[in-house]
């Protein structure tokens, strides 16, 4: 997660700096207070950065397969760790299908987004 956070932090700072203050202030002078206002202003208008924040980091911890080997023990184990074991103790293609569902899920992902916020406003 250590690796991503770069990553997360400028997808967050950049919906951030796209949010316009006016409407924030625009509830508060109609009586919404600062709860409410965050929950129901700021936070949907940060939905797509939080969202794409996650996506770094789920692929970052993904990717960084040897840091997690050394990290995790026998009670935690992360995914690519356990899809490693499971490679190791047994000779079954479950784990290949479960590569391909990631994938997929990877690409569904993706083409969602473009078809909801488009590429260009990113």
Same mark, same amino acid.
Request: zero cysteines; glycine letters at 4%; charged letters at 15%.
């Given at each position: 997660?250590?690796?991503?956070?770069?990553?997360?932090?400028?997808?967050? =700072?950049?919906? *951030?700096?796209?949010?316009?203050?006016?409407?924030? $202030? %625009?509830?508060? !002078?109609?009586?919404?207070?600062? &709860?409410?206002?965050?929950?129901?202003?700021?936070?949907?208008?940060?939905? =797509?950065?939080? *969202?794409?924040?996650?996506?770094?980091?789920?692929? $970052? %911890?993904?990717? !960084?397969?040897?840091?997690?080997? &050394?990290?995790?023990?026998?009670?935690?184990?992360?995914?690519?760790?356990?899809?490693?074991?499971?490679?190791?103790?047994?000779?079954?293609?479950?784990? %290949?299908?479960?590569?391909?569902?990631?994938?997929?899920?990877?690409?569904?992902?993706?083409?969602?987004?473009?078809?909801?916020?488009?590429?260009?406003?990113?």
């Amino acid at each position: 997660m250590v690796f991503a956070l770069p990553f997360a932090i400028r997808a967050l =700072s950049a919906n *951030l700096l796209g949010l316009d203050p006016r409407i924030e $202030e %625009a509830a508060r !002078n109609l009586g919404a207070g600062p &709860f409410r206002t965050f929950f129901v202003i700021v936070l949907p208008q940060l939905k =797509s950065g939080i *969202l794409a924040a996650s996506v770094f980091i789920f692929v $970052e %911890a993904l990717d !960084n397969f040897s840091i997690a080997v &050394f990290l995790t023990n026998d009670r935690t184990k992360v995914l690519p760790v356990a899809a490693y074991q499971y490679i190791k103790d047994f000779d079954d293609p479950t784990v %290949a299908a479960m590569a391909t569902a990631l994938i997929v899920l990877s690409v569904i992902a993706v083409a969602m987004l473009e078809k909801l916020m488009g590429f260009q406003r990113a």
